[in-house]
């Protein structure tokens, strides 16, 4: 029988806690193993138990989430941290991504879809709501990228390297990352992994600029 994974609970809320300790204790495959409302309580539950996920909200008792979630990543273990929240401001997606998170939900879930994501989440896989795209896409920061950055910030959410997406939009290496470091610099992020995951989590992949790759198996238009 496969091992439960194991969760710890974090929200300021007590209601909600426990509304989500019934959820998670009622699915065989996952197991709670400590609930808090602060990132003292958090962190003094990580030191005595083994943790798979931490589920934290933004909003804690009088602290940020994202303060957690900072504590979390300089701790030496295998670690994966998901936010559960009501908020959907664009920029708090952006923040939790380039802060590595692989989940990000919205209440707007139902209980279904909370265990489908914490599933993907558990697997390793990145788990952004249709909610937090939403608000991604129709943010109007997004204006500041130009069509063609779009194209390779589109390109690199579907896995390709520098080489490729330069054959592809029929652009040289050097502009690729010329490309990309202006993306970081925009996007406030530091890595390709993360400009990658951000691509994916908008509708980036589903809707490319006019600009870009008619046909992203070789086919390509010029600049």
Sequence with gaps: ?????????????????????????????????????SIEQSLS??????VDIVLTDIDLVTESGFNLIKE????????????????LHPEYIREALRQ?????????????EIRHALADISSGKTHIDPFACKALADDPFIECITDRECDVLTLLGHGQCNASIAQRLGITEKTVKSHVSRLLDKLD??????LAVFAQSTYLLD???PSSVSDLDGNHTSQ
Excluded at 72 to 87: D, G, H, M, S
Excluded at 189 to 194: A, E, F, H, I, K
């Design 45 to 50: 539950i990580l030191k005595k138990a083994h």
């Design 72 to 87: 979390c990543n300089q701790l030496e273990r295998e670690l994966k941290v998901a936010i559960l929240t009501r908020q």
């Design 1 to 37: 029988m496969k091992t439960p994974t194991t969760i710890l609970l974090v929200d300021g809320h007590c209601l909600f806690r426990e509304a989500m300790k019934q959820l998670i204790t009622a699915w065989p495959e996952y197991e709670l193993v400590g609930e808090a409302a």
């Design 189 to 194: 992020m530091t890595s390709r992994t993360q």
């Design 207 to 209: 809707s490319i600029a």
């Design 100 to 112: 590595n998170v692989l989940g990000y939900m919205s209440h707007h879930l139902n209980a279904s």
